[in-house]
């Protein structure tokens, strides 16, 4: 059975959402860059048929998606040393059996 999370989180200071879906290591992970609430560039991985470590938790696979997105897209981050950090309060859904506190909304 899929499971899906759609949540914000911050990365180098920048806002982004992750829509992850499908089964832990083999998900479908979306990465969209948000400014203003307004959703901008998009990266995105098939873990099940494009080449990634599986066993990577998914803030893993957040970082790797987002580098690859600031280099594609030349973004000038607002804190170049800032690290991966879940936005509190801005769950849309969190079931993803990869996060520990994972809890259905």
């Known amino acids: 059975m899929g499971l899906e999370m759609i949540r914000e989180f911050k990365y180098r200071g920048e806002t982004f959402k992750v829509n992850a879906h499908g089964v832990a290591g083999h998900e479908e992970v979306f990465i969209i860059h948000l400014v ?3 959703e901008l560039a998009e990266i995105s991985i ?7 470590d ?3 938790p998914i803030e893993a696979i957040c970082v790797m998606l987002c580098d690859k997105l600031i280099a594609e897209e030349n973004m000038d981050c607002a804190d170049v040393g800032g690290g991966f950090v879940w936005v509190e309060g801005a769950r849309a859904r969190d079931v ?3 996060n520990k506190d994972a809890l259905a909304h």
Do not use: C, I, W, Y
């Open 46 to 52: 098939d873990r099940m048929t494009e080449e990634n």
């Open 54 to 56: 599986t066993s990577a």
């Open 36 to 38: 203003d609430g307004e």
């Open 96 to 98: 993803l059996p990869s």
